[in-house]
């Protein structure tokens, strides 16, 4: 079992930045790669990122591409999300997620362990 714990959300500007963090507990950390997902109100889950369990790869869907910034500390068991350039369509929670798989992929399907969520709200 992994446990993860994300934090960092809250209220921003548009234009503003947030730093989203995920702790984990349980099994070994560094064997897992890691995704971000969110869900807007009345949207399916989507792709945010995704990193190796290494961080030496990382992935990241079109519509967050150059703004924001996935990575992980191994040592800390904690993986971030750095989110930049906030637009209001980036509203949603926000959900870290871990795979079995050493590359993380875009599916949510391919994740077994979740969070419960953080609330990112970006006004215009």
């Known amino acids: 079992q992994v446990q993860l714990v994300e934090s960092g959300g809250g209220l921003v500007q548009a234009g503003g930045s947030l730093r989203l963090s995920c702790a984990a507990s349980?099994?070994?950390?560094?064997?897992?790669?890691m995704g971000w997902f969110r869900q807007a109100p009345g949207k399916e889950r989507e792709f945010v990122a995704a990193?190796?369990?290494?961080?030496?790869?990382?992935y990241y869907a079109d519509s967050v591409k150059g703004r924001f910034t996935i990575s992980r500390d191994n040592a800390k068991n904690t993986m971030y999300l750095q989110m930049n350039s906030l637009k209001p369509e980036d509203t949603a929670i926000y959900y870290c997620?871990?795979?079995?798989?050493?590359?993380?992929?875009?599916?949510?399907?391919?994740?077994?362990?979740w969070g419960q969520g953080t609330q990112v709200t970006v006004s215009s």
């Open positions: 349980g099994r070994t950390f560094s064997n897992y790669a």
């Open positions: 990193i190796s369990s290494s961080g030496g790869w990382t």
């Open positions: 997620a871990a795979s079995g798989r050493r590359i993380g992929t875009t599916r949510s399907l391919d994740y077994n362990y």
